[in-house]
């Protein structure tokens, strides 16, 4: 089942911060977070495991709460370069059949202005 | 190591046709992708290689898909008798072999497919 992204969109002003949340209702293994500029691939930026493990990456950082089944990404002061849509990919426990295969959020569009 | 590679990067094709893509995959990653992502959606998967093996394949992979890893390298992915609803970017991501979680996949640009 695919996860759950919010919000859909935001706009931000340069320097500004923003969260974005990703929920599952299944047990997850991990979450992995891409962000994806027009027209390009999706950029890997961070891998969060269950146990609540907090991975930062730059001005971007994400927690992982295992007993939401909820994964938010954080991202402090950004910059331009940030503009992009965001995907969080969840992985369910091994041995379930899944071969590690991601499932992927409809995704949250980020958008930083001047 | 450029990363993942696919080729061709756009495919248009008509109705009926069959296509086929090919993806090189980081040298050394073991696992390989396929993704299909339409607009404004997220990746969806479609099928996973471990070395030649295709451990997994999507149950909404219509049987006109067909995928293959012959030596463990690069991957083909083919679609027969398209139809208009295939048109999507279909995307090839691979990663290393890793103990415990899956690494990060490494996505190549993709091919975009317009079927007329």
């Known amino acids: 089942q695919q996860p759950v992204q919010s919000p859909q969109a935001v706009i931000l002003r340069e320097g500004e911060d923003a969260v974005i949340n990703c929920s599952s209702s299944k047990a997850l293994y991990s979450v992995h977070w891409y962000r994806q500029k027009h027209g390009e691939a999706p950029v890997f930026l961070m891998i969060?495991?269950?146990?609540?493990e907090q991975k930062g990456h730059e001005k971007i950082s994400a927690s992982f709460n295992e007993k939401k089944q909820q994964s938010s990404l954080y991202l402090t002061a950004s910059q331009l370069s940030y503009s992009g849509t965001y995907f969080c990919?969840?992985?369910?426990?091994?041995?379930?059949?899944?071969?590690?295969?991601?499932?992927f959020g409809t995704g949250t569009r980020l958008q930083v202005t001047l | 190591d450029t990363g993942v590679s696919q080729d061709p990067r756009h495919k248009i094709t008509k109705r009926g046709q069959n296509v086929t893509f090919r993806c090189d995959p980081i040298?050394?990653?073991?696992?390989l992708y396929w993704y299909r992502q339409t607009l404004g959606q997220g990746p969806e998967f479609l099928t996973y290689f471990q070395n030649e093996a295709q451990l997994e394949k999507s149950r909404l992979l219509s049987d006109r898909f067909s995928a293959e890893r012959p030596k463990g390298s690069f991957s083909t992915l083919e679609i027969q008798r398209t139809e208009q609803g295939d048109s999507a970017m279909y995307l090839c991501?691979?990663?290393?072999?890793?103990?415990?979680?899956?690494?990060?996949?490494?996505f190549g640009p993709g091919t975009r497919l317009t079927v007329l």
């Open positions: 040298s050394e990653h073991n696992r």
């Open positions: 969060l495991l269950k146990g609540g």
């Open positions: 990919g969840t992985e369910l426990p091994p041995f379930t059949g899944t071969a590690s295969k991601l499932t």
């Open positions: 991501a691979s990663s290393p072999r890793a103990k415990g979680p899956r690494g990060e996949q490494f």
